[in-house]
């Protein structure tokens, strides 16, 4: 499948990709509750005389005035042409627009909201976080029912992928975690390598010594015996620093330029 975005990130690509098998967001815990007037959309499976009958009038229309003493609503307004755009309306006015339809109300009970923000009333900051999560679930569902829901690939030798943002922020979402994966990815060989690299400089430090050591026995005899001794003991020196911590690696450097003077 062709990506819909590509971006390089520290010598890796990551691929932005439709998901073909998204999870249905009403499948998850919502806040609000959707009930339909419309023949076509109902995603939760309910209509809107499956409201309490106290909030219904006798011709079935819902009694806005005893509705909202109880619940947080807004009005769902439709617009169709290749795709469907959801809007979540707070107001009650008339719809003026000539290719928008209303297709139900989006609701939750007020003690739904109290019990999910705590307290015991509904302050005017929790009654607009609730209407703003409201309104953010119908744009998801509707990111959903657009196919508007994608994942990431990287192409780091593990490999790592995951899928389900929904919407544009989604996209914005998916390729920080991407660029996490590689840099978490990266972190963990940067460790490995240096690891290796020091038991590389280690093991030629040893040699190195092993080799000043051979020197000095085949020169030895060019030296008094004190100054031979001299040499040896700093050869001893030195591999004691290299046998023992890693971090006295510019000791051990300083040694030999000490030696070499």
Same mark, same amino acid.
């Given at each position: 499948?062709? &990506?819909?975005?590509?971006?390089?990130? @520290?010598?890796?690509?990551?691929? $932005?990709?439709?998901?073909?098998? &998204?999870?249905? #967001? @009403?499948?998850? *815990?919502?806040?609000?509750?959707?009930?339909?007037?419309?023949?076509?959309?109902?995603?939760?499976?309910?209509?809107?005389?499956?409201? #309490?009958? !106290?909030?219904?009038?006798?011709?079935?229309?819902?009694?806005?005035?005893?509705?909202?003493?109880?619940?947080?609503?807004?009005?769902?307004?439709?617009?169709?042409?290749?795709?469907?755009?959801?809007?979540?309306? @707070?107001?009650?006015? @008339?719809?003026? *627009?000539?290719?928008?339809?209303?297709?139900?109300?989006?609701?939750?009970? %007020?003690?739904?909201? $109290?019990?999910?923000?705590?307290?015991?009333? $509904?302050?005017?900051?929790?009654?607009?976080?609730?209407?703003?999560?409201?309104?953010?679930?119908?744009?998801?569902?509707?990111?959903?029912?657009?196919?508007?829901?994608?994942?990431?690939?990287?192409?780091? &030798?593990?490999?790592?992928?995951?899928?389900?943002?929904?919407?544009? !922020?989604?996209? %914005?979402?998916?390729? +920080?975690?991407? %660029?996490?994966?590689?840099?978490?990815?990266?972190?963990?060989?940067?460790?490995?390598?240096?690891? *290796?690299?020091?038991?590389?400089?280690?093991? *030629?430090?040893?040699?190195?010594?092993?080799?000043?050591?051979?020197?000095?026995?085949?020169?030895? +005899?060019?030296?008094?015996?004190?100054?031979?001794?001299?040499?040896? +003991?700093?050869?001893? +020196?030195?591999?004691?620093?290299?046998?023992?911590?890693?971090?006295?690696?510019?000791?051990?450097?300083?040694?030999?330029? !000490?030696?070499?003077?």
């Amino acid at each position: 499948m062709q &990506p819909i975005k590509q971006i390089e990130h @520290r010598g890796f690509q990551i691929n $932005i990709q439709a998901d073909t098998c &998204p999870e249905s #967001p @009403r499948e998850w *815990d919502n806040l609000g509750t959707f009930y339909s007037t419309d023949r076509n959309i109902n995603f939760d499976n309910k209509r809107i005389d499956d409201l #309490p009958s !106290e909030y219904l009038n006798d011709d079935g229309t819902v009694n806005l005035t005893k509705l909202g003493k109880d619940y947080l609503f807004g009005f769902v307004r439709c617009y169709e042409h290749s795709g469907i755009a959801l809007y979540f309306d @707070r107001n009650a006015g @008339r719809i003026t *627009d000539w290719d928008t339809r209303y297709i139900g109300i989006y609701a939750v009970s %007020k003690d739904a909201v $109290i019990k999910c923000y705590g307290g015991k009333i $509904i302050t005017q900051k929790k009654k607009e976080l609730a209407l703003q999560v409201l309104a953010g679930e119908i744009s998801t569902y509707e990111d959903y029912a657009n196919g508007n829901v994608y994942g990431w690939e990287v192409n780091t &030798p593990e490999g790592d992928s995951c899928w389900g943002y929904y919407g544009d !922020e989604g996209i %914005k979402d998916a390729i +920080e975690c991407a %660029k996490d994966s590689i840099d978490s990815y990266l972190s963990r060989n940067s460790v490995e390598l240096e690891r *290796d690299e020091y038991a590389n400089l280690h093991e *030629d430090f040893n040699k190195a010594g092993e080799a000043i050591h051979h020197i000095l026995t085949r020169l030895s +005899e060019k030296y008094s015996d004190s100054a031979y001794d001299k040499y040896l +003991e700093s050869i001893d +020196e030195l591999r004691e620093v290299l046998e023992g911590n890693a971090t006295m690696i510019d000791d051990c450097i300083e040694k030999l330029r !000490e030696f070499t003077i």
